[in-house]
């Protein structure tokens, strides 16, 4: 069972590039959520997923795109990179949000925007 | 707003001490509360989940308390190990869409 995986690993971009961030989960669970994770700080939920079809925003959505068309994939999209998008980015998934659902979280992709 | 708080921010010990982590968050409308063992350029490990009915959660050398309605939770490592150290996060589920809201973290560092 791989989980959730992430690529790329690390990516660099230059200001006002664009780049989308794959995240794939292969446990059926149906949410997906998208974290970002700055240095010394803690992680902030970008967009979330209930299913496929279904995004909102959370806390952090400004410059970040979603999709959802399948149960496995959550994609996110960056426009227009700027350099506070630096980040680690981090893709979690969960079967439900009852309270005995755990989330499980991907490798991470690390952005630089210079 | 939900905020989260560690403490300490960073814990140097001696291999074998027993040691405790500590969380306080400001609203106790929580469904669980999660505890995460994050290591350097790594992704998030989950270590243990708390129900909001519950008080206690044990796996190995580790314990999680819970105590919702004054914002608390600990984690208890016992007789810990190099092996230990990482960075440690937790996370309260507020939302009904399982969204966290993360602490700082403590880092952990155990001496051989």
């Known amino acids: 069972n791989a989980g959730v995986t992430q690529t790329p690993k690390f990516r660099i971009l230059k200001i006002g590039q664009s780049m989308t961030l794959q995240c794939t989960q292969d446990?059926?669970?149906?949410?997906m959520y998208w974290y970002r994770q700055d240095p010394g700080m803690g992680l902030k939920l970008i967009y979330y997923s209930v299913g496929a079809g279904i995004t909102d925003k959370g806390e952090v959505p400004n410059g970040y795109n979603v999709s959802r068309s399948t149960t496995e994939d959550f994609p996110l999209r960056l426009e227009l990179a700027a350099p506070s998008q630096t980040s680690v980015y981090f893709c979690?998934?969960?079967?439900?949000?009852?309270?005995?659902?755990?989330?499980?979280f991907g490798p991470g992709t690390r952005l630089t925007v210079t | 707003k939900q905020e989260v708080t560690q403490i300490p921010a960073a814990l140097s010990v001696p291999e074998g001490e027993n040691l405790v982590l500590n969380c306080s968050f400001t609203d106790s409308a929580i469904y669980n509360l999660q505890w995460f063992r994050q290591d350097p350029g790594k992704g998030l490990t989950s270590l243990l989940l708390i129900q909001s009915s519950q008080r206690e959660q044990t796996s190995g050398r580790l314990n999680a308390s819970l105590d919702k309605s004054s914002g608390r939770s600990t984690l208890y490592i016992a007789a810990s190990q190099p092996g230990d150290s990482a960075t440690y996060l937790c996370?309260?589920?507020?939302?009904?869409?399982?969204?966290?809201?993360f602490g700082k973290g403590t880092k952990l560092s155990v001496k051989p």
């Open positions: 446990m059926n669970h149906n949410y």
């Open positions: 979690a998934s969960s079967y439900s949000t009852t309270a005995s659902y755990e989330q499980y």
């Open positions: 996370a309260p589920q507020t939302g009904s869409q399982g969204n966290l809201i």
